[in-house]
């Protein structure tokens, strides 16, 4: 028996880092759980009007990178904190490294970034094109990709408001379909 529950529940929404270089050139990081791919070249996300949604008015450019079992806490603070009353990336320890595509910062710590342009920003939406997408070579696996079970990326899990590890491979994509084709 299924049971109606009366809202929205979205599983799994990664836990996003948007960075942002304010009008000195200090950076930011916000947390943001309500994004994803939009297109094969473009992210969207969902935001109110922040330190960081200014940042990026100013400058065109942010980045978004992945949350992860081990930058749990600071990415938890990055969304508790404001960037207007602190510097949260002093405060946690990160290093942010200007993105060589971009005019916005690539936090040292997560493994996999996006560095985007900011196509439009209308009614509390942002999207994004991605020029660049930057990992840390330890999180590759032996041909060159991305190893996703490496990295321990977080999800949000809004029901009981905890983040979750993503893990094990299950089954593969666009193959294991093929056993119920005719």
């Given at each position: 028996m299924?049971?109606?529950l009366g ?40 935001l ?19 949350a992860t ?19 949260k990336i ?24 996006l560095e985007?342009?900011v ?9 994004g ?6 990992v ?6 032996e041909?060159?990709k991305?190893?996703?079970?490496r990295?321990?990326f977080?999800?949000y ?7 979750r590890v993503?893990?094990?491979v ?13």
């Open positions: 299924k049971k109606n809202k929205t529940v979205f599983f799994p929404m990664p836990v996003l880092i948007v960075g942002t270089y304010d009008q000195n050139g200090v950076a930011n990081a916000m947390n943001a759980a309500w994004g994803g791919r939009y297109d094969a070249d473009k992210v969207v996300i969902a109110s009007k922040h330190k960081t949604t200014e940042n990026f008015e100013k400058t065109g450019a942010f980045t978004v990178a992945f079992k081990q930058t749990v806490v600071e990415s938890d603070y990055f969304g508790i904190a404001s960037g207007r009353d602190e510097d002093a405060k946690a320890g990160f290093h942010a490294v200007k993105s060589q595509f971009v005019n916005a910062p690539v936090f040292e710590e997560y493994p996999l970034t985007c342009k196509v439009s920003w209308k009614d509390e939406v942002l999207v094109e991605v020029v660049n997408v930057s840390d070579d330890a999180y590759l696996d041909n060159g991305l190893d996703a079970q990295c321990q977080i999800s899990d809004e029901t009981n408001g905890s983040y993503l893990g094990d299950v089954g593969k994509a666009f193959k294991d379909g093929n056993k119920l084709k005719g």
